[in-house]
T-cell receptor, first 108, second 117 residues
Framework: RKEVEQDPGPFNVPEGATVAFNCTYS??????FFWYRQDCRKEPKLLMS???SGNEDGRFTAQLNRASQYISLLIRDSKLSDSATYLC?????????FGAGTRLAVHP | GAVVSQHPSRVICKSGTSVKIECRSL??????MFWYRQFPKKSLMLMAT?????????EQGVEKDKFLINHASLTLSTLTVTSAHPEDSSFYIC?????????????FGPGTRLTVT
């Protein structure tokens, strides 16, 4: 079983749509969780950390379910500029474990 | 956020040659630097973790004699791919952490695309 698993997509959605990504992780001892965004042929950039209580940053909402070991990211009112690959990242023994990413394509 | 640079951004080399990639933290002291490799449509895979002034810790399956890492100062780490082969062609990304003073956050460099012909 992979340490961090994501649906690779792609998710093709129209502008304005709401889209949700899920991610599962295998290490129950993980303490820190993140969503990163990676544009084609670029380095990943931190989108947001994920807290146990859930957190929101504008159109983006992240949730953590420790019991089920899954993390979600909700994007509301999608913009063309949201098109990217979204990486679920979990800390494991002082290093970051990256999922393979979920590709999002927002079209007009 | 903090700035991390990588040089070169792109390199093409012939099979059998060695390539050195530099990773610099420009505005903070990086106690730890990480080297990742990413193949197309795959996740970033950690290759090694290096702390300034000590030997790097390599992940399982990564040959330390092939991927030489030097972290000589708090702002510079280098990765040398020795005797490169076409299967080493990949996107190499470093990240730098300022430790507890920066909440252990990792700041990523822009990556180096290596093509071995």
């Amino acid at each position: 079983r992979k340490e961090v698993e994501q649906d690779p997509g792609p998710f093709n959605v129209p502008e304005g749509a709401t889209v949700a990504f899920n991610c599962t992780y295998s290490n129950s001892a993980s303490q820190s969780f993140f969503w990163y965004r990676q544009d084609c042929r670029k380095e990943p950039k931190l989108l947001m950390s994920v807290y146990s209580s859930g957190n929101e940053d504008g159109r983006f909402t992240a949730q953590l379910n420790r019991a089920s070991q899954y993390i979600s990211l909700l994007i509301r009112d999608s913009k063309l500029s949201d098109s990217a690959t979204y990486l679920c990242v979990v800390d494991g023994y002082n290093k970051l474990i990256f999922g393979a990413g979920t590709r999002l394509a927002v079209h007009p | 956020g903090a700035v991390v640079s990588q040089h070169p951004s792109r390199v093409i080399c012939k099979s059998g040659t060695s390539v050195k990639i530099e990773c610099r933290s420009l505005d903070f002291q990086a106690t730890t630097m990480f080297w990742y490799r990413q193949f197309p449509k795959k996740s970033l895979m950690l290759m090694a973790t290096s702390n300034e002034g000590s030997k790097a810790t390599y992940e399982q399956g990564v040959e330390k004699d092939k991927f030489l890492i030097n972290h000589a100062s708090l702002t510079l780490s280098t990765l040398t791919v020795t005797s490169a082969h076409p299967e080493d062609s990949s996107f190499y990304i470093c990240s730098a952490s300022g430790g507890v003073s920066r909440g252990y956050e990792q700041y990523f460099g822009p990556g180096t695309r290596l093509t071995v012909t």
